[in-house]
């Protein structure tokens, strides 16, 4: 990963821009707040030999998705369609 990131970097230009890097480090690997220290369980539950994803509730999760693609209200896929058969694209 910390290959990939360096690449990224370069790529854009970014890669001795220090103070960025620095946030980005404490975003994801900071103490209390950051991204990966609050996944640890969760990575390493995914390592078990036993392990299968129908294993945790993911309920809460799939219904913000369906929420997010399919409501009427602001669903983007149901705006999407709505959109396109509004103009008569098929």
Same mark, same amino acid.
């Given at each position: ?9 370069? *790529?854009?230009?970014?890669l001795f821009n220090v103070r960025q890097n620095i946030k980005g480090f404490r975003f994801l ?6 991204? !990966? ?13 036993? !392990? ?7 309920? *809460? ?8 693609? !399919? ?13 396109? *058969? *509004?103009?008569?694209?098929?």
């Amino acid at each position: 990963m910390a290959y990939f990131q360096t690449r990224l970097l370069a *790529a854009d230009g970014q890669l001795f821009n220090v103070r960025q890097n620095i946030k980005g480090f404490r975003f994801l690997f900071g103490y209390k707040k950051g991204l !990966f220290p609050k996944l640890i369980p969760q990575f390493f539950d995914f390592f078990r030999k036993d !392990f299968h994803p129908s294993q945790h509730d993911t309920t *809460a999760l799939l219904e913000q998705w369906r929420t997010l693609l !399919f409501s009427k209200d602001e669903g983007i896929l149901y705006q999407q369609v709505k959109n396109k *058969a *509004a103009v008569g694209l098929h």
